[in-house]
C-alpha cells in the first residue's frame, strides 16, 4: 500500500511559478513510476506528464513549462511549474504505479492551483 499527499498548490499570477511535492510512504518508492494529472472546473482529468527511474514524458500543453523530478532518498516527487497560464488552473494530483504496469494504483487527494490572469 502506498499513500500519497500533494502539497505546495496555491494562487499564482499568469507567469508566475509554483513547485508541487508529492511524499509517498513505503519502502519501495523507486520502483514505482510516478505520475502528474491535473482536473479543471467541469472537466476531465488529464494526464500531465510521468517519471521512471531516468526519464521523464510530458503533455504536450505543458513541455518546456513543467519539470518532473523525483528524491528516492526522500520518497518524494516533484512538479515544477513555471511560465503558468491561468488555463493551467486545476487539482493536481500524483498518481503511483508500479514499475512495468499500466493502471495507476495510488493516487494522492490532490491540490489547488489557481492561475489568476
Known amino acids: 500500500q502506498v499513500q500519497l499527499v500533494e502539497s505546495g498548490g496555491g494562487l499564482v499570477q499568469a507567469g508566475g511559478s509554483l513547485r508541487l511535492s508529492c511524499a509517498a510512504s513505503?519502502?519501495?518508492?523507486?520502483?514505482?513510476?510516478m505520475g502528474w494529472f491535473r482536473q479543471a472546473p467541469g472537466k476531465e482529468r488529464e494526464f500531465v506528464g510521468t517519471?521512471?527511474?531516468?526519464?521523464?514524458r510530458y503533455a504536450d500543453s505543458v513541455k518546456g513549462r513543467f519539470t518532473i523530478s523525483r528524491d528516492n532518498a526522500q520518497n518524494t516527487v516533484y512538479l515544477q511549474m513555471n511560465s503558468l497560464k491561468p488555463e493551467d488552473t486545476a487539482v493536481y494530483y500524483c498518481?503511483?504505479?508500479?514499475?512495468?504496469?499500466?493502471?495507476?494504483?495510488?493516487w494522492g487527494q490532490g491540490t489547488q492551483v489557481t492561475v489568476s490572469s
Open positions: 513505503g519502502r519501495t518508492f523507486s520502483s514505482y513510476t
Open positions: 517519471i521512471t527511474w531516468s526519464s521523464t
Open positions: 498518481a503511483a504505479r508500479p514499475v512495468g504496469t499500466v493502471q495507476w494504483a495510488y
